[in-house]
């Protein structure tokens, strides 16, 4: 069964430095998504992508934050200056031709972890 | 905008009786409703989904029911089993799928 796959799986950083999460969606999906989960709480929204571009964000993805699908496969999220609470589970996700939210499964990765020290 | 609310935030029941997990929605232009069982350390899964033309749908032991009129959807396990135990999420699109906050789920043998 096709998955998405995501690395690293777990990584540490410095407060400051910047980080890039990769995620290789399912092949034939269209739309991709990257979540958040800090610890024990809830799976939160961060963006969605669709045609090259970002559909939908939510107020956690500001300006520290950008996805690029620098080739035909893979999908990523940069925390360009990454602060303490930026550690989280990210998790990335995608689904087929039509949005998550019309109905079509979404698929998540097994997650990296970031800790930010 | 879109808001889910979840309740319980724990529930706990004895192997082999029912578990009930609700949630409410504020966004009347939502027209899909998954839950997403997540195990310990696990990526969130698919277990069921609902979608707004219809009322309930059901999967073995596992059910959902939806009343867009009050803005509330349910998710019913029976005949619960120790592997039922994890963390289940209930989620609602409109513009983006979001999701509630959780309820962890202990079954008790």
């Known amino acids: 069964e096709p998955e998405v796959t995501q690395t690293p799986s777990h990584q540490v950083t410095q407060m400051g430095q910047e980080v890039i999460l990769r995620c290789v969606p399912i092949?034939?999906?269209?739309?991709f998504y990257w979540y958040r989960q800090i610890l024990g709480q809830k799976v939160e929204f961060l963006v969605s992508f669709y045609n090259n571009e970002i559909s939908e964000k939510s107020e956690i993805f500001d300006d520290q934050f950008s996805v690029e699908r620098p080739d035909g496969s893979n999908f990523t999220l940069k925390i360009r200056s990454t602060k303490l609470e930026d550690s989280a589970m990210y998790f990335c996700?995608?689904?087929?031709?039509?949005?998550?939210?019309?109905?079509?499964?979404?698929?998540f990765g097994e997650g990296s972890w970031l800790t930010v020290v | 905008g879109e808001n889910v609310e979840q309740h319980p935030s724990t529930l706990s029941v004895q192997e082999g009786d029912s578990a009930v997990i609700k949630c409410t929605y504020s966004?009347?232009?939502?027209?899909?409703f998954p839950w997403y069982k997540q195990e310990l350390g696990k990526r969130p899964q698919l277990i069921i989904d609902?979608?707004?033309?219809?009322g309930e749908k059901k999967d073995q032991r596992i059910a959902v029911t939806l009343n867009k009129t009050a803005k509330h959807f349910s998710l019913h396990i029976t005949e619960t089993q120790p592997e039922d135990s994890a963390v289940y999420f209930c989620g609602q699109g409109a513009q983006k799928l979001v999701f509630g906050q959780g309820t962890r789920l202990t079954i008790n043998p």
């Open positions: 092949s034939n999906h269209l739309y």
């Open positions: 966004d009347s232009a939502s027209n899909y």
């Open positions: 609902i979608r707004s033309n219809v």
């Open positions: 996700a995608s689904s087929g031709r039509r949005a998550a939210f019309s109905g079509n499964t979404i698929y």
